[in-house]
């Protein structure tokens, strides 16, 4: 199963699931991606992600109000 194919379907299980997603542009390529916003009384998510079309690795945030931040590592790549 592709990348972009596990993907899709981590996607549509939250969404079945019922758990809110905040959408967000991959900071490389600008894909329109998803990621589950935390309730209210949560720490906001930080995830290390890496682009199911890029490819790409990077640090994304997600507050309860469905706000996002993504950032590239500094640094050496
Ligand atoms: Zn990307």
């Given amino acids: 199963m592709s990348?972009?194919?596990?993907?899709?379907?981590?996607?549509?299980?939250?969404?079945a699931a019922g758990v809110p997603l905040a959408s967000y542009a991959c900071p490389y390529c600008e894909h329109v991606?998803?990621?589950r916003i935390p309730s209210g009384d949560e720490e906001p998510y930080d995830t290390l992600t890496v682009c199911p079309h890029c490819g790409?690795?990077?640090?994304q945030w997600t507050w309860a109000d469905g706000h996002t931040e993504t950032k590239r590592p500094g640094g050496v790549a």
């Fill in 33 to 35: 991606l998803e990621a």
């Fill in 56 to 59: 790409c690795l990077f640090m």
């Fill in 3 to 15: 990348r972009l194919q596990r993907y899709a379907d981590y996607v549509s299980t939250l969404r």
